[in-house]
């Protein structure tokens, strides 16, 4: 991972289930070691072979309430009962050392950053916000094809896509998913373009 000479860039992707946004972000984790990772906080425990600070950095569930309070982190969640969380900290260090940073977040933690960057002098002018598009069509068919989930829960999903293509517009750049090297292609020229502007 290679800083480059001005501040770094943070590329926000986002999109619905099915959008293959998880494989064009670590495809481009791979093919550029400009970028880096935002390492997320969680309050569970290590699993077999991860690492604090690697994986991810590990705190005590009520330590990481008083985080969460003191307004450490720029966006957080609970999932299943157990918090996860971006620290502030690990973000504006990264970014000021001139490292660009990728992050796979959902429609409301995209809306987080785009808030943030209005607020917060760290993210000011170098937020870059992506959505992949796709149709809830494609949608069922994706997640059908997967073959992982029960219809059910393709219907919710298939709901859950259909708000959050509503919310497309509010992003700075937009990509109508076609194939996996189409996508990621795509992605790679708003990054270069963007990286290029701020040089």
Do not use: W
Request: net charge negative.
């Amino acid at each position: 991972m290679e800083p480059h000479a001005s501040s770094g860039l943070m590329l926000v992707v986002s999109g619905p289930a099915g959008s293959g946004k998880t494989t064009v972000c670590d495809r481009m984790l791979e093919n550029y070691d400009t970028i880096g990772r935002v390492i997320t906080s969680t309050s569970r425990d290590p699993r077999p072979g991860e690492a604090d600070g690697v994986d991810y950095y590990f705190f005590p569930p009520e330590e990481f309430g008083k985080m969460i309070d003191h307004g450490e982190f720029y966006e957080h969640a609970q999932v299943h009962g157990r918090y996860y969380g971006s620290l502030k900290r690990e973000i504006d260090a990264k970014l000021a050392a001139g490292i660009d940073l990728l992050l796979n977040v959902d429609v409301q933690g995209a809306a987080t950053y785009r808030q943030a960057s209005l607020d917060n002098d760290a993210l000011r002018g170098r937020v870059v916000t992506v959505f992949i598009q796709i149709s809830p069509e494609q949608v069922r068919e994706r997640l059908e094809h997967r073959n992982s989930d029960d219809d059910a829960e393709i219907q919710r999903r298939i709901e859950t896509a259909t708000k959050e293509l509503e919310e497309a517009v509010h992003y700075d750049h937009v990509i109508v998913s076609g194939s996996r090297d189409e996508d990621f292609a795509r992605l790679a020229a708003i990054y270069e373009t963007e990286r290029k502007a701020r040089a």
